[in-house]
């Protein structure tokens, strides 16, 4: 928070000091100077240099954590599909985009020409994560987790204009049977944005489209704004699983003009809830 200080002065010093005040405001607001990288489908340049569509990068991870690395700021993509991974094998279902703090990832902008922010459209361009990263059509070998979020994440980190299918956590032990759209780790806290969104065909044991796991004596709380979760799958919580891992644990989602449609679960279609006590 920038905060400004009025003084009364002397006459003789009072342009002197307003000169100095400037100039310490003008320090402050270039210190806080965010950047955009862009990112689409057939960039070639590296994620540091991408700063416009005709350098942009196809390196989504690599914008987010430049832009992450570098003061914050926001990732523009291109309509499309970009995956976590290009390879394939056990470890690769391991491999998954993550959010960070103080970058605002928007999709939903042409990719032809140089689109304007105003122009943007997620639901004419379609912006797609998948976890469909080996055999086209078979989950068996996709990603476990399309979006993993680190512990620590605050509504600094956002995500807005995507598609979000294809993740099957599928693992044996936790956390690779879980969130296989998205999994919020809130071991210290886990508390990401999504606007916009659509999460769709993801499975896994619990929390087909979202897990929100939050650690002991923490709260979580994943906002989402006009997102809509359908046809995702699970043995518990179709859509979304959110579990309080003590007493004083709360994983507590806020979602606001969603939809949850066509989930199915044995326990929870469209949502399960869980908390010790």
Sequence with gaps: MLTILSFILPRPQKR?????GLLTLFACTTSLAQITRYVSTTGNT???SATGWTASTSNLQGAIDYVAANGGGQVWVAA????????TGPD??????????????????????????????????TTILSGDIGTAG???DNSLHVISNPSGLTTTA?????????????????????????????????????RNCILQNNAAAQGGAMYNYSGVNIQSGPVLTSCILQSNSATAG???????????????PVLTNCILQSNSAATGGAMYSYGTA
């Design 16 to 20: 002197t000091y307003l000169l100095s």
């Design 92 to 125: 690769s279902r391991t491999i998954s985009f993550a959010m960070k703090n103080g970058v605002t990832i928007y999709g939903g902008f042409a990719a032809t020409g140089t689109p304007a922010f105003n122009e943007r459209n997620p639901a004419s361009f």
């Design 158 to 194: 956002v995500l807005d204009g995507f598609v979000i299918s294809g993740g099957n956590a599928n693992g044996s032990s936790f956390p690779d049977d879980v969130g296989g759209g998205v999994y919020n780790d809130g071991t210290a806290g886990c508390s990401p944005i999504f």
């Design 46 to 48: 590296p994620a540091a």
């Design 238 to 252: 179709g859509a979304m699983y959110n579990y309080g891992n003590s007493f004083n644990s709360q994983s507590s």
């Design 138 to 140: 078979y989950n068996g």
């Design 80 to 87: 499309g599909t970009y995956k976590p991974t290009t390879t």
